[in-house]
C-alpha cells in the first residue's frame, strides 16, 4: 500500500531553519517524482518544490528559491525539504505527494500544480513566529 508520511514540522523563529522528510512506503522513487506543497490558513494549497526520478533536477516555487533545498535518498525512501531563512510567510501545513512520471525539470523550473499529484501524506504544520 502506498503511503506518505510528513515529519519535522514545528514552530520555529523568523530566520530559522527546519528540516521535514517525508517517508515513502510502497513507492518507487526511482520511478515517481515527489512534490512538497503547502496550504496556508483561508489560501489554497501550493506547489514549493519537486524533484526528478530521472535525474534528481528539481523545480521550486519563487517565493522559496534560493531558500529551500529538495533532496531525496532512494536508499531510506525519504525526500527531504531543507528550509532555511524562515519567513512569517512560509507558515503553513506542508504535505508531500507523488506524481507518477520522471520528469525532469529544467532551469528555474516551477513545480507542477497539485492537481497532477496523488497519495498526499497527512503533512506536517510549520509555523515562523517570534
Known amino acids: 500500500q502506498l503511503q506518505l508520511e510528513e515529519s519535522g514540522g514545528g514552530l520555529v523563529q523568523p530566520g530559522g531553519s527546519l528540516r521535514l522528510s517525508c517517508v515513502a512506503s510502497?513507492?518507487?522513487?526511482?520511478?515517481?517524482?515527489i512534490g512538497w506543497f503547502r496550504q496556508a490558513p483561508g489560501k489554497e494549497r501550493e506547489g514549493v518544490s519537486t524533484?526528478?526520478?530521472?535525474?534528481?533536477?528539481?523545480a521550486y516555487a519563487d517565493s522559496v528559491r534560493g531558500r529551500f533545498t529538495i533532496s531525496r535518498d532512494n536508499a531510506k525512501d525519504t525526500v527531504y525539504l531543507q528550509m532555511n531563512s524562515l519567513k512569517p510567510q512560509d507558515t503553513a501545513v506542508y504535505s508531500c505527494?507523488?506524481?507518477?512520471?520522471?520528469?525532469?525539470?529544467?532551469?528555474?523550473?516551477?513545480?507542477?500544480?497539485?492537481?497532477?499529484?496523488?497519495?498526499w501524506g497527512q503533512g506536517t504544520r510549520v509555523t515562523v513566529s517570534s
Open positions: 505527494a507523488v506524481q507518477g512520471n520522471t520528469r525532469r525539470y529544467g532551469y528555474e523550473a516551477t513545480p507542477p500544480p497539485p492537481q497532477l499529484f496523488d497519495n
Open positions: 524533484i526528478s526520478a530521472s535525474d534528481g533536477s528539481t
Open positions: 510502497g513507492v518507487n522513487l526511482e520511478r515517481n517524482n
